[in-house]
Protein backbone atom coordinates (compact mmCIF):
# COMPACT_ATOMS: atom_id res chain seq x y z
CA UNK A 1 0.00 0.00 0.00
CA UNK A 2 0.85 3.74 0.09
CA UNK A 3 1.80 5.60 3.12
CA UNK A 4 0.59 10.19 2.74
CA UNK A 5 2.21 12.16 5.61
CA UNK A 6 0.65 15.61 5.06
CA UNK A 7 2.69 18.66 6.45
CA UNK A 8 2.89 22.20 6.48
CA UNK A 9 0.02 23.08 8.63
CA UNK A 10 -0.30 25.85 10.60
CA UNK A 11 -1.54 29.12 12.04
CA UNK A 12 -1.90 31.85 9.89
CA UNK A 13 -2.74 35.59 9.38
CA UNK A 14 -6.25 35.94 7.38
CA UNK A 15 -4.81 36.82 3.95
CA UNK A 16 -1.99 34.76 4.32
CA UNK A 17 -0.70 31.74 2.57
CA UNK A 18 0.58 28.46 3.21
CA UNK A 19 1.75 25.26 1.43
CA UNK A 20 0.86 22.29 2.07
CA UNK A 21 3.03 18.81 1.14
CA UNK A 22 1.89 15.18 1.14
CA UNK A 23 4.72 12.74 0.83
CA UNK A 24 3.97 9.78 -0.28
CA UNK A 25 5.67 5.92 0.15
CA UNK A 26 5.42 2.71 -1.64
CA UNK A 27 3.20 2.78 -4.68
CA UNK A 28 3.41 6.03 -7.14
CA UNK A 29 0.44 7.65 -7.73
CA UNK A 30 0.84 7.42 -11.93
CA UNK A 31 -2.65 5.38 -12.10
CA UNK A 32 -4.67 7.35 -9.71
CA UNK A 33 -6.11 10.55 -8.47
CA UNK A 34 -5.09 12.48 -5.41
CA UNK A 35 -7.35 14.60 -3.30
CA UNK A 36 -6.92 17.23 -1.04
CA UNK A 37 -9.62 17.44 1.59
CA UNK A 38 -11.00 19.17 4.68
CA UNK A 39 -12.57 18.75 7.47
CA UNK A 40 -14.15 21.02 10.41
CA UNK A 41 -15.47 20.23 13.84
CA UNK A 42 -19.36 19.35 13.21
CA UNK A 43 -18.77 19.45 9.31
CA UNK A 44 -18.52 17.18 6.47
CA UNK A 45 -15.05 15.96 5.30
CA UNK A 46 -15.50 18.04 1.48
CA UNK A 47 -12.70 18.15 -1.58
CA UNK A 48 -11.18 20.90 -1.81
CA UNK A 49 -8.57 19.91 -5.00
CA UNK A 50 -7.93 17.14 -6.80
CA UNK A 51 -5.36 16.45 -9.36
CA UNK A 52 -4.67 13.28 -12.62
CA UNK A 53 -1.56 12.19 -11.25
CA UNK A 54 -0.52 11.61 -14.87
CA UNK A 55 -2.27 13.79 -16.30
CA UNK A 56 -2.40 16.51 -14.41
CA UNK A 57 -6.29 17.79 -14.58
CA UNK A 58 -7.25 19.57 -11.80
CA UNK A 59 -10.34 20.36 -9.91
CA UNK A 60 -11.28 22.85 -7.20
CA UNK A 61 -14.28 23.58 -5.16
CA UNK A 62 -15.88 26.50 -5.84
CA UNK A 63 -15.36 28.29 -2.45
CA UNK A 64 -11.02 28.11 -3.27
CA UNK A 65 -11.01 28.88 -6.79
CA UNK A 66 -8.40 31.24 -7.48
CA UNK A 67 -6.86 31.27 -3.92
CA UNK A 68 -5.84 27.48 -4.02
CA UNK A 69 -3.00 25.83 -6.45
CA UNK A 70 -3.15 22.16 -5.92
CA UNK A 71 -0.12 20.89 -8.43
CA UNK A 72 2.24 17.71 -8.22
CA UNK A 73 6.36 16.57 -8.16
CA UNK A 74 6.98 13.34 -9.92
CA UNK A 75 10.70 13.13 -8.66
CA UNK A 76 9.36 13.90 -5.39
CA UNK A 77 6.64 11.69 -5.67
CA UNK A 78 4.98 14.77 -4.00
CA UNK A 79 1.57 16.60 -3.79
CA UNK A 80 1.11 20.26 -2.66
CA UNK A 81 -1.64 22.81 -2.06
CA UNK A 82 -0.44 26.10 -2.18
CA UNK A 83 -2.96 28.36 -0.17
CA UNK A 84 -3.24 31.92 -0.68
CA UNK A 85 -5.57 34.74 0.60
CA UNK A 86 -6.24 32.53 3.38
CA UNK A 87 -9.96 33.16 4.97
CA UNK A 88 -11.36 31.94 8.39
CA UNK A 89 -13.16 29.76 7.11
CA UNK A 90 -10.47 27.90 5.22
CA UNK A 91 -9.27 26.64 8.67
CA UNK A 92 -9.54 22.85 8.99
CA UNK A 93 -7.53 19.37 8.91
CA UNK A 94 -6.31 18.99 6.24
CA UNK A 95 -5.82 15.16 4.25
CA UNK A 96 -4.04 14.32 1.27
CA UNK A 97 -5.72 10.98 -0.12
CA UNK A 98 -5.35 8.84 -2.93
CA UNK A 99 -9.02 7.34 -5.19
CA UNK A 100 -9.03 6.22 -8.36
CA UNK A 101 -8.51 7.64 -11.57
CA UNK A 102 -12.14 8.83 -12.06
CA UNK A 103 -12.33 9.79 -8.14
CA UNK A 104 -15.17 12.25 -7.44
CA UNK A 105 -15.79 14.68 -4.36
CA UNK A 106 -17.13 11.66 -2.20
CA UNK A 107 -14.72 10.81 0.39
CA UNK A 108 -15.55 7.19 -0.02
CA UNK A 109 -13.56 7.52 -3.43
CA UNK A 110 -10.52 7.24 -1.69
CA UNK A 111 -8.73 4.55 -0.14
CA UNK A 112 -5.88 5.65 0.82
CA UNK A 113 -5.56 8.94 3.06
CA UNK A 114 -2.90 11.00 6.03
CA UNK A 115 -3.32 11.49 9.11
CA UNK A 116 -4.05 15.22 8.36
CA UNK A 117 -2.49 19.05 9.35
CA UNK A 118 -3.86 21.61 10.91
CA UNK A 119 -4.87 24.48 9.29
CA UNK A 120 -5.99 27.77 11.18
CA UNK A 121 -6.58 30.63 9.92
CA UNK A 122 -6.83 34.20 12.15
CA UNK A 123 -7.94 37.54 12.24
Known amino acids: QVQLIESGGGLVQAGGSLRLSCAAS????????MGWFRQAPGKERELVARITWRGGTTNYVDSVKGRFTISRDFARNTMYLQMNSLKLEDTAVYYC????????????????WGKGTQVTVSS
Open 97 to 112: ARGTLGATSDPGQYTD
Open 26 to 33: GRTFSMYS
